[in-house]
């Protein structure tokens, strides 16, 4: 009973964790410098200058440029995972105070 307890208050821990994560990924989303710097200038336009000019590229300069587009793309996948996982935490939260008030 003790044991389960204190898991159902690390889930619940854990659970919130990942909603705040999320909602931070949600407002530095919405934030114009964030925009601006990562998603308009890093993510997008950069990217496309680099695709541009990858033809002109020698071997180093295209192996920067593919850890570029991973590194990209690696940042994206993060930001779209971390807010993924806390809106599933979300909707597990009713469900974990539920069995917690149940003991």
């Given at each position: 009973?003790?044991?389960?307890?204190?898991?159902?208050?690390?889930?619940?821990?854990?659970?919130?964790?990942?909603?705040?994560?999320?909602?931070?990924?949600?407002?530095?989303?919405?934030?114009?410098?964030f925009?601006?710097?990562?998603?308009?200038?890093?993510?997008?336009?950069?990217?496309?200058?680099?695709?541009a000019?990858?033809?002109?590229?020698?071997?180093?300069?295209?192996?920067?440029?593919?850890?570029?587009?991973?590194?990209?793309?690696?940042?994206?996948?993060?930001?779209?995972?971390?807010?993924?996982?806390?809106?599933?935490?979300k909707?597990?939260?009713?469900?974990?105070?539920?069995?917690?008030?149940?003991?």
């Open positions: 009973m003790e044991n389960q307890e204190v898991d159902l208050a690390k889930a619940l821990e854990f659970a919130e964790a990942k909603v705040a994560l999320a909602e931070a990924v949600q407002r530095l989303e919405q934030n114009k410098d925009i601006t710097v990562i998603r308009d200038g890093y993510i997008k336009d950069f990217a496309l200058t680099q695709v000019n990858c033809g002109a590229y020698d071997d180093t300069q295209t192996r920067g440029f593919v850890m570029g587009m991973k590194a990209r793309g690696i940042l994206d996948d993060y930001l779209y995972a971390m807010y993924q996982e806390g809106m599933m935490a909707d597990s939260l009713p469900d974990i105070r539920a069995e917690m008030e149940e003991d």
